[in-house]
């Protein structure tokens, strides 16, 4: 028989930013205890998505072995890492364990799915941890922009691994722990079989600021704008919205948080003992009521999302009976997201126009959440495994991140989504292939990426509809054919309605066909299909998504 | 009667980066003579505009008046200088002026939208000057991303304009004449009544570099790649070409331009004797047969565009028989612009995937063509006009460089597009506003940005679509309605097929209809409509874009 071995196997995050969801199983092959880390989710966007809520991974792989899953380690509350768990949870029924406050956010995903939030077990930071089949988990501490992330030490029959989450090494977080080297030092020490590691910002030379860099220059800011200061950020950066707000504080200003997302994080943040000193804050009622040198709000929608509180106010109207007018200032305390340039733009574009002074894309105002490049090279000394694994990343950063690896002269293997390493034999390498694409939230609908129905989607918005309607009886045309367009220009080269010249093209050729054709559904409709394709893109250049309807009577 | 003015009207350009088109007028309110300065277009996205092929101004403002234009001056060869020349100059038929490089491309985009290329006169540089009505205008040289890139100095009755156009400070572009400080004091010296100033860069904080920066660098690069090199960069970055060009030859390869924009570029400034000496070029076929560490690929597509040369290649196959293979190396020497982040990140992460080593983002390897915040102010500075209008840019852009320019003491006014400024009285300001929207081109038809075709093709992306096919006899339901969805989810909550559950449905409620609903064709269309959506929002939960066919039979 076949030996026991130790698998890894990404369905989501090693190939994109985005949805990540992380098995690792020891045993027989096909026959491995399983656990998984994270079950995150991706944003859709108009150009290959249009219409998705969310993107999630394809777990299809779990769910035919769910009876072998032992647990689910959730290593922080960011939308990526614990997005999926309210959806995807009941197809795996797994145990879901998590530190408190991504546990309590875990907790509301699921109950807003309608179940139990008994799934989620509240874990304890290393060196407490989780027996899990033949897994041994604990949650070691460490930076990111969200409190309570956590790197997972993974010990199994053959060896330890390091799951480093996603993080930076800021010994000064603000809020959370910061980067312990010492702790780390501990509890890692010894044989490391695999560092599995964050490469988001690979490509980034220099050593990452701290958190603790901003608080200066964001009290300065606010302490010098003359009227309304508005700022945001992402609702889960619980230390910059601290900062944001104990700046308005020190400079007079009352403080009003606005959008959903960032009063739940704060909530969160507050029950579960992450931060115990948050500003007070006062309700938009009543800072109506405030001079508005007075006031100071901190909004969520730093990526110009269209529902989010910024993209609100940038559309001139009170929203929550609060307004931009000429002379506010609104502070970006974020980066834009690669993809995301277009709707920042538009916010950014709209507060131009009403006269607010927008300061965005400032390095003094914002820091990243991921390790750069010398901070990687310092985790993999740190830790110092037999092998570096990247994670957290598209193609091309897990591609350098091997490089960089290597460059230092350490073993690192490159495994994408579907892609399952055997981590126990002498040395890691890929020996099967899973499938591992992408699932969408469409509406209330799961559907596969490649179900074709955003496909069509997709043809529709480039092409446009034409639908024509054709009653036969008895095998003759009864009328004329009907077509209606859709996304269509309403007139073409010839002048006359792109409809009536399809109609009278369509009813020509009926008026001709030879009965056999006419009795023949495939043929008929082939035929007036490309009847529709030749006299549209004669007229209007464009070939068109066609419909045909065909209704046949009887007399 | 009221007295005679000086306007400047900016139909396209002033709110975007993209289809620049600004309008200069001399006479008595309502009888000015008018020119046109630039006539480019945008390019369109998947969010805002999918399916349209090129955005233009909406000219309807200078088509009514076109027995008062007398001349349109083309600045440079960018696309959104001249790229609309071909399909609106029908509309306005005035001559068109340009520099020999412009006009001569001018001059093509004219032959293929069909019309002869005489419009176009070939310009000589200041002091050559073009009479136009009340205006004489002189093409004053100013480094550029492209050869031949000018400004233009406008007299007028009013006084001096002087129009930036496009540019950068830099004393050595590689091609075409350097930024020369003692002609352009020379030029404009004397009182400047307006400087119309790009805009792009005012938020890049340090002074621009020069194109000869990346000599080095680059050659130092090709000279260390160990097998094939491919290089992109913008088709009409001509210098930069033959940078890269240069480079292959000096580490002793032969170089292959691919992509139809870059060889058109290239063949179009050695024609008109913008270079002289182009490095030696092979063909694809010729390519082929050399071992690929003597090979380097010059190609379209630094912006992932799916169709240039660059996609083509990341697509994996052989392209003109060459193809790309693990060990090359792909430089991308250019910037990613706003908005294209994610065509960029396909194609890299496509190179990765093969094994291909690239090179992007790095500032070694490309410089912007735009003037920075401390060169804008160094423009003013030389000029020294009585007010300075910023051109070019986005509302953001526009308003930043009038504060800079307020900041060191010196008038400016911010005119959008559509907005008519008065710069003949003491004070510039606006006066009238006109239409200035956006114009389409969809497949080979123009429509206007509110027509709501683009409109109802994105509601199709986003919603899908449902067809409803009904047949009454004497207002009576013949037979069962028969539906057809697209882009929608097959089932459902139900676990029933979607078209199955609606036909049920609208069945029932047909079945139940009284004949005076079924009579009404608004008020069945309605009822009809009502059903698919509520059917629709509780299976799927979308609600989908509908049309009703109802056919009606006489028995």
């Known amino acids: 028989m076949s030996k026991e071995r130790l698998i890894y196997l990404p369905l989501g995050g090693a190939g994109e930013i985005g949805m990540n969801a992380y098995v690792y199983g020891w045993g027989k092959p096909g026959h491995e205890r399983l656990i998984l880390v994270d079950l995150g989710v991706t944003f859709p966007d108009m150009d290959t998505t249009p219409g998705v809520n969310l993107i999630m991974p394809d777990i299809s792989y779990l769910k035919e072995r769910a009876d072998r899953l032992e647990a689910i380690f959730i290593t922080h509350a960011h939308e990526d890492h614990v997005g999926a768990v309210g959806l995807l949870w009941p197809e795996l029924r797994a ?49 990111h922009s969200i409190p309570e992330s956590a ?107 606005l959008g959903r997302a960032m009063r739940r994080m704060i909530e969160a943040a507050i029950r579960t003992g992450v931060i115990a000193d948050f500003p007070r804050t006062i309700t938009p009622e009543d800072a109506r009521d405030l001079p508005r040198e007075r006031l100071m709000l901190i909004v969520t929608g730093s990526q110009g999302e269209r529902r989010a509180a910024s993209a609100q106010l ?171 367009t859709f996304g269509l220009a309403e007139t073409g080269r010839s002048g006359a309605p792109l409809a009536e010249v399809l109609e009278a093209d369509l009813g020509q050729f009926l008026m001709r066909a030879e009965r056999k054709t006419l009795r023949n559904d495939d043929s008929l409709e082939k035929d007036l299909k490309r009847i529709v394709r030749k006299t549209a893109e004669n007229e209007i250049g464009h070939k068109p998504e066609i419909t045909i309807v065909v209704s046949r009577l009887e007399g």
């Not at 901003?214 to 609702?235: G, S, W």
């Not at 607010?356 to 000394?381: F, I």
């Not at 570096?388 to 460059?407: N, S, Y």
């Open 151 to 257: 790197g997972l030490v993974i010990e199994t029959p053959a060896g330890r691994i390091v799951h480093t989450g996603d993080f930076k090494l800021d010994p000064k977080p603000g809020v959370g722990e910061g980067w312990d080297p010492a702790l780390w030092r501990k509890a890692t020490e010894g044989r490391v079989r695999a560092l599995v590691c964050d490469s988001t910002n690979v490509f980034s030379p220099h050593p990452g600021r701290s958190e603790a860099d901003l608080v200066e220059p964001i009290a300065k800011l606010v302490a010098e704008v003359p009227h309304m200061m508005v700022a945001t950020t992402f609702a889960s950066n619980v230390a910059r919205v601290k900062t944001l707000a104990e700046a308005g504080h020190a400079a007079g200003r009352e403080v009003c948080l």
């Open 314 to 484: 940038a559309r001139g109207g009170p929203y929550l009976g609060l307004q931009m007018a000429e002379g506010d200032t609104f502070l970006f305390s974020s980066k834009t997201i690669p993809g995301n340039e277009r709707g920042v733009g538009r916010v950014h574009n709209a507060f131009s126009e009403m006269g607010v002074d927008v300061v965005a894309e400032d390095d003094r105002y914002h820091v990243s959440g991921h390790a750069n490049r010398p901070d990687l090279e310092t985790m993999h000394a740190l830790v110092d495994p037999e092998v570096v694994i990247p994670m957290h990343g598209e193609h091309r950063h897990l591609r350098e991140h091997v490089k960089l690896a290597e460059a230092n002269g350490r073993a690192a293997l490159l495994v994408v989504n579907g892609a399952m390493a055997d981590l126990s034999g002498a040395k890691a390498r890929i020996v099967e292939h899973v499938d591992a694409d992408r699932v969408y939230l469409d509406g209330n609908v799961l559907i596969g990426a490649l179900d074709g129905v955003v496909r069509d989607r997709i043809r529709l918005a480039l092409n446009g509809h034409v639908i024509v309607n054709v009653i036969l009886e008895d095998d003759e045309p009864l009328g004329e054919p009907w077509v209606e």
């Open 95 to 143: 145990p879901v364990h998590a530190r408190a406050f991504t546990g309590h956010l875990a907790q509301l995903k699921l109950e807003e799915a309608g179940h139990s939030a008994d799934a989620v077990n509240i874990v304890g930071a290393w060196p407490e941890a989780v027996e899990a089949g033949p897994f041994r988990v604990s949650f070691l501490p460490i930076s």
